[in-house]
């Protein structure tokens, strides 16, 4: 508790102005935690666990149980210019964790094509690191 005093005197001496003793207040935002937890146990248990079952329908239609959804995208797939983007989707170009994936994996490669174990390009790299960090606080 002393090192928190002499912390909070020391930060309040920079600042130069009043900080409060404590914003975090643990014991209300445990009790909000043990109070949401048993909310959401009440509204479970008022439910009954009833699950509401609805039939499929696509454009306001009901469908029939041999109709796939799957059926409707066929539609899609062969119209002519959409017909390019519906391949490019199958190949998961709009994918973003697709793409990220690339893009590290390309990252990744270039770094091991650096890291190659020869101790006179390690010790460039440190020149070049120390030169850009002095570019950067002369600044």
Known sequence: MFFYYTALKFIQGGVGKEIPFSLWKPALSTNLIILGIVLGWIIFKLSNNKIR???SYIGGEVLEDEV???DFYVNIRD???FKK???KAEHRFFDIYEQGKRIIS???KFLSYLHNGVLPTYLVWCLLGVMGLFLIFLR
């Open 53 to 55: 079952l609805s039939s």
């Open 68 to 70: 796939k959804v799957e």
């Open 79 to 81: 119209m002519g210019f």
């Open 85 to 87: 983007i519906y391949l």
């Open 106 to 108: 390309s990252v990744t």
